[in-house]
């Protein structure tokens, strides 16, 4: 079986296992310590949660596992992981941001249901994502490094800030409403926050699960940061370049509203050429780990092959 065979069949078995694993965690029973489970909150939460690549908790899994984590003890932090960024997606597509209709080729919550719902439902995975934490059966110490680095990569520092800054960009807040012009330097500091944050955190957990020493948190870092924006480059250019109707979400939306790209910045030649330096400068960071880092490998690559 080819390195990429390989990496497809272990990406869709961790899919599947993180979809019953986040479809138990919102079933409609309540568990210990819920006086009650609204049924149509619930009912969002599965809507917002069902379908995805899983690469986040793909890193987290992987990552741990290069320290000789098993994965039944990676997975609950993991779903934290996926939690937060599902309950990101919702927001992101309301009205009052990107104003999407379509995610993973299906309604967006709020198209499903309504705004209120899926604001509230967006708001319930997130702080779900810390009760999985803080219940995760480690030692404190590391409950505690894994709740303080999802907080991190989540808010004012990482997507959240991101996010607004993502926002500013498109002269949402100017009074001109027009587009503002960016450096190289700005667009990677606003994608390094917005995509980069929670991707890095999801290998730094991994780290802290197999309580790594610190030149190999380093190494994964370092693979950590080249993946994150090379994730963002292979989005802006399938936004660029592809349809609809293969992404599963609307296409071509990014310089209708004037985003903050490198696609914009580089253009598509030297946006595919700078991906293409990420994706080996990703690959050659995992080196120390040798043949256990053969997925996370694969997955670089995966990110800039990708068709959705």
């Known amino acids: 079986m080819s390195a990429h065979d390989e990496f497809s069949r272990r990406l869709d078995t961790l899919a599947a296992a993180m979809e019953t694993a986040l479809m138990r965690e919102l079933s409609a029973t309540p568990r210990a310590g819920d006086i009650a489970r609204p049924e149509r909150l619930m009912a969002a939460m599965r809507h917002a949660a069902t379908g995805g690549k899983r690469i986040r908790p793909f890193l987290v899994v992987e990552s741990a596992a290069l320290f000789g984590v098993d994965e039944r003890t990676t997975l609950p932090a993991a779903a934290a992981f996926e939690c937060v960024h599902c309950y990101s997606l919702v927001h992101d597509d309301l009205p009052a941001m990107d104003d999407d209709d379509l995610r ?15 604001i509230l439902a967006g708001d319930a995975l997130l702080t779900l994502a810390f009760d999985l934490l803080a219940h995760l059966d480690l030692d404190a110490e590391r409950r505690i490094a894994l709740v303080a680095l999802l907080a991190q990569a989540s808010g004012i520092g990482g997507m959240v800030g991101g996010q607004m800054l993502d926002l500013e960009a498109e ?122 880092a053969a997925m996370l490998q694969a997955c670089a690559r995966f990110i800039a092959e990708r068709e959705r």
């Open 171 to 292: 002269g949402r807040f100017n009074a001109s409403k027009q587009a503002l012009s960016h450096s190289r330097a700005d667009i990677e500091r606003l994608q390094a926050m917005k995509t980069g944050a929670l991707l890095s955190a999801a290998c730094a957990a991994g780290a802290i699960l197999g309580q790594a020493n610190e030149a190999d948190r380093a190494a994964l870092a370092r693979y950590a940061r080249a993946l994150g924006l090379g994730f963002q480059i292979a989005d802006d250019l399938l936004d660029a370049e592809s349809d609809t109707a293969t992404l599963g979400k609307a296409a071509a939306k990014d310089a209708g509203r004037g985003k903050a790209t490198l696609v914009s910045s580089l253009g598509i030649a030297g946006a595919r050429e700078q991906l293409s330096a990420l994706v080996e400068e990703a690959v050659n960071a995992l080196a120390p780990f040798g043949a256990r």
């Open 104 to 118: 993973r080729g299906r309604p967006t919550t709020h198209r499903a249901f309504d705004e209120a719902t899926a």
